[in-house]
């Protein structure tokens, strides 16, 4: 280990090292002051932020390949670091009112944010382990971080449960890629790959299955609307584009960069996992009344949007555009996401109640810049022009059509047509029904979905400084 | 003189200025919130005429250009590029020319969220003056969809009982249609590297049989906003339920989105889809006269009967510009300013008459023209210009189009403006069936002896309307004149074809 080893993981090391500090300091915050341990976090995170910012342009291995940092790694850890902020922020408010208000709670966030981090970082297949066990592990916590509410317990076993599940499908997989090449590294997997063998497509699909989890793609997303409904909200708008947008950094690195060999494989395959996940996660979410089920729903289809660039880099050429595309719809899903989480949240009553979509009646009228502000994120979640929804519908299906996908691409544009209809919906309570409906008035929560509301419009008029950013995720190449 | 190049960004964003004002004004101060909406249109209304102005009758090319770069996305620029040609200039000013005189009509009318209606009315002449405006693929789809939303929102806010059933309903058909589009769109882009409609033209030789898929996807979109038979059946929910001045935008305007985009681009992209596909398209035009007209004269509801008969009405449009001839398309684009201007002074007259009796079944009056005569004037000269006397607008579309079709080379049969023609008669029908209901015989309803015949408002409303359907049924060749050397044009790329073909 040397000391450029150490300065290439240096965003990932801030976050990591400050949640262990903050773990001994916490100690000396009392009981009633918790807010200081949020703000510490978030100066933590910032200090993070600043240091993956550096590494912008960066294409560099460590550790002997395991871990590498290239354009992906940092557009993905200003994503993460940016996602934790509004994470905190978010929750400030949500925590102390829920009385949940312990000062674990931003460090395990702080924690599974390094596990996402390590994602983008991972070089080798047990780094990816690793990651995705330092990503799931708090998670699961946070998840029951309501105990003893029985519905977040309930999250939260189920959560670990599946996960843990998940997590020996993908160690099972790398075990046979091991077998396959002797080798764990990327770079070594695309050496030693000459002929797929039986081991290694076998490997792989266990690896994709595995990851499929953590995404909550169709036919593997039965934990995510119990999940995402019994966990604390905020912990929700955290896992549904953090968590997600994770195991996305790995799915797409290892089978784009590593198995380049075995595309006609996986290509098809994942055009079909994205073709059901788009459909069912639509198709479901109509008959959700529950918004936070809907959402849940709704994450699952857009977990499909995103899939949809996984078949499109299976061909070589389309690839890095590909690429570039999946990480624009995530930054852009998570503006908008983050956004619509922190309206529910504002409308969330202490006893878990205003969580129905009925509850929105009348919000236009005795609300109208909240109100404004989820038909914003609702008319961007379901892909309308000048919403940063629409760009990123746009660039993903752009790269389907080019990699001769256009009927995945239609199955896309369909599936937006009907998640139409279930967004609609809540505009429709919103905007047409009267109610009473209450609302929270607090300043952190006001401030992040204005924040995000801007993000949305503004990327959806201008997105040129997003997609530029977008395109420097680059993956290093691992042929000499 | 304002500058050239701005002169089109000004008339498309200008309603934004009333929008920033709206915003900042007390919701309850009802009357200011209207004069702004109104003074914001109006002046759209004035540059539009600069606009006019400034445009050379003589150049069938795109006229005072803007255009610059958007953004890049995957290496292809996408750009902010507007323009005006002989296509497009009449569509912009009755968009322009509709607006203040819709927003007019809604002083007394809405009062329930003034505020949020006149900014959602103005968001949606930027939506529609865009449409007509945009030369770039990309841009154009913004401002397509763009539409939908204030629409929606008119419709489900400030609409009749089942206004969020027509609401859903309108927005879904519509987005169904234009996803189609924006996979063809795609697909130019890609095949391309560029967005930009001129561009693509001039590069042309798209293969035959992606002619015929493009074609398809984009007509998809165009022809439910029409909206072509079978294609339809969004219009008369969303047009029942619609506010007058949402359903007479929706009419006058809206309607006309989508026969301008099978003549900006699936007439001059996809010439050879286009020559094809032009009798089928024909056909279903010649059935939605019919249909049109024969489903208007079943109505009781006096604002149902004039929804459909637009499905009649854009039947002709539809028929005159595939029969490509510069006859055809000629009568089609001042078929569409027709329609625009009678639909539109039929559903504010069905409004007015709504105001005062909160009923729109025929049965409920007659012998109105005793009670309100100056009433029934209006609408009868409204009337008999909707289905086509000579002397009045209408006759001189219709005519223009039947003359088009009649010569059409690429319908190849008469038989299609023959239908066509049945089709005036009918309209005759339908049209003065409903006159006869609501006002002839004897005024024997106790609730309609006390109406009050129109106050100098309502006048002032329909007056503008009424001057522009004798001008253009008197003298229609300056209209004419605008719009020729632009439809040579379009007419040269389809010779290029039929040429290529022999």
């Known amino acids: 280990m040397t000391l450029h080893d150490l300065t290439t993981i240096l965003p990932f090391l801030i976050v990591i090292v400050w949640a262990c500090v903050l773990l001994l300091v916490d100690l000396f915050i009392p009981g009633d002051k918790k807010g200081w341990t949020a703000f510490l976090a978030a100066a933590g995170l910032v200090a993070g932020l600043a240091a993956a910012v550096q590494q912008l342009g960066m294409q560099e291995e460590a550790f002997g390949g395991m871990i590498i940092v290239d354009g992906y790694t940092a557009v993905l850890h200003i994503l993460f670091l940016g996602v934790g902020l509004f994470a905190v922020m978010q929750s400030y408010d949500y925590i102390r009112r829920k009385g949940i208000e312990r000062g674990e709670y931003y460090i395990l966030l702080l924690f599974t944010l390094s596990g996402m981090m390590l994602m983008a970082n991972a070089g080798d297949l047990i780094v990816v382990f690793l990651a995705l066990e330092l990503l799931s592990l708090p998670l699961y916590i946070l998840a029951g971080f309501a105990r003893p509410d029985l519905q977040s317990e309930e999250a939260a076993i189920k959560y670990f449960l599946l996960g843990a599940f998940a997590s020996g499908f993908v160690v099972y997989g790398i075990a046979l890629i091991f077998g396959a090449t002797m080798t764990t590294s990327l770079a070594g997997i695309v050496a030693a790959a000459n002929s797929p063998s039986v081991l290694m497509l076998l490997g792989s699909g266990l690896f994709l299955v595995g990851l499929g989890f953590k995404v909550a793609a169709v036919p593997f997303h039965m934990w995510t609307p119990d999940v995402y409904q019994g966990a604390p909200s905020a912990v929700t708008a955290f896992m549904s584009v953090g968590a997600k947008a994770g195991g996305f950094a790995a799915l797409l690195r290892v089978f784009v960069s590593a198995f380049p060999e075995l595309a006609s494989y996986w290509g098809p395959l994942a055009m079909w996992i994205a073709a059901l996940t788009m459909a069912w996660g639509n198709i479901a979410a109509i008959a959700q009344s529950n918004i936070k089920r809907m959402l849940a729903y709704s994450s699952i289809a857009h977990a499909g949007y995103v899939l949809v660039a996984l078949p499109a880099a299976a061909n070589a050429v389309v690839a890095p555009e590909a690429i570039r595309a999946a990480l624009f719809y995530l930054i852009g899903y998570a503006f908008t996401n983050l956004g619509a989480w922190a309206v529910v949240l504002t409308l969330e009553r202490t006893e878990g109640e205003g969580l129905e979509i009925e509850d929105y009646a009348g919000l236009g009228e005795k609300q109208p810049a909240l109100a404004l502000a989820m038909a914003i994120f609702m008319l961007s979640l379901m892909g309308m022009p000048l919403t940063v929804g629409f760009i990123g519908k746009f660039y993903i299906f752009r790269a389907a059509i080019d990699a001769g996908l256009v009927w995945l691409a239609l199955v896309g544009v369909v599936t937006s047509l009907i998640s139409a209809y279930y967004y609609l919906r809540v505009v429709v309570v919103m905007y047409m029904k009267s109610g009473e409906p209450q609302i929270r008035s607090e300043g952190w929560l006001k401030i992040a979905v204005l924040l995000t509301a801007l993000g949305t419009l503004f990327f959806g008029v201008l997105p040129g400084l997003l997609l530029e950013f977008a395109g420097q995720a680059q993956f290093l190449s691992f042929i000499p | ?502």
Request: charge should be neutral; aromatic fraction near 14%; proline fraction near 5%.
């Open chain 2, 1 to 502: 003189m304002i500058e050239p190049k701005i002169i089109l960004t000004l008339v498309t964003f200008a309603p934004l200025l009333g929008v920033l004002v709206i915003l900042v004004l007390p919701r309850g101060r009802h009357n200011a919130i209207r004069s702004v909406a109104l003074i914001a249109s109006l002046i759209t209304f004035v540059v539009s005429i600069l606009m006019l102005l400034q445009f050379d009758r003589a150049d069938g090319d795109l006229q005072l250009v803007a255009r610059a770069n958007w953004f890049q996305l995957a290496g292809v620029n996408i750009e902010y590029y507007l323009g005006v040609d002989g296509l497009s200039v009449l569509l912009v000013l009755l968009t322009t020319f509709l607006t203040p005189i819709a927003i007019l009509s809604t002083w007394t009318a809405v009062e329930e969220r003034v505020k949020e209606f006149m900014i959602f009315f103005l968001l949606l002449e930027i939506g529609m003056v865009g449409v007509f405006l945009a030369l770039d693929l990309f841009l154009f789809y913004v401002f397509w969809e763009f539409t939908l939303v204030p629409m929606y929102f008119l419709i489900g806010i400030w609409g009749g009982p089942r206004r969020i059933y027509a609401a859903i309903k309108f927005f879904l058909y519509t987005m169904a249609g234009s996803i189609l589009m924006l996979l063809a769109i795609l697909w130019l882009g890609l095949h391309f590297d560029s967005f930009a409609v001129p561009d693509l033209i001039a590069e042309g030789n798209i293969p035959g049989n992606i002619q015929t898929w493009l074609f398809l996807a984009f007509a998809a979109a165009f022809a439910i906003k029409v909206p072509m038979w079978p294609l339809h059946s969004w219009l008369p929910d969303a047009h029942v339920e619609a506010p007058t001045a949402g359903s007479v935008i929706l009419a006058g305007v809206l309607l006309k989105m989508g026969t301008y985009g099978f003549l900006r681009f699936n007439i001059p992209l996809f010439p050879d889809a286009a020559v094809r596909f032009a009798p089928w398209v024909a056909l279903l035009a010649v059935i939605g006269i019919l249909y049109g007209a024969a489903v208007s004269y079943a109505q009781k509801d006096v604002k149902k009967l004039v929804a459909y008969s637009s499905v009649s009405h854009l039947g002709f449009v539809m028929l005159g510009l595939f029969a490509l001839n510069s006859q055809g398309i000629q009568g089609g684009i001042l078929q569409m300013v027709n329609h625009g201007l009678s639909t539109g002074a039929l559903f504010l007259l069905v409004g007015m008459l709504y105001e005062r009796r909160h009923t729109r079944e025929m049965d409920a009056f007659g012998g109105l023209w005793k009670i309100m005569p100056v009433y029934g004037a209006l609408t009868l000269i409204v009337t008999l210009s909707s289905m086509g006397l000579p002397g009045l607008n209408g006759f001189v579309g219709e005519f223009t189009v039947l003359l088009g079709s009649f010569n059409s080379e690429a319908l190849g049969s008469p038989l299609f403006a023959g239908f066509a023609a049945v089709g005036v008669i009918l309209a005759a029908i339908y049209l003065l069936y409903m006159f006869q209901k609501l006002f002839l015989g004897p005024a024997d309803k106790d609730e309609n002896k006390r109406l009050k015949d129109l106050n100098w408002r309502e006048i002032a409303i329909l007056v503008p309307i009424l001057l522009l359907i004798f001008w253009i049924g008197l003298y229609p060749k300056p209209f004419f004149e605008l719009m020729a050397p632009s439809v040579d044009k379009v007419m040269a790329v389809l010779q290029a074809v039929t040429m290529a073909v022999r």
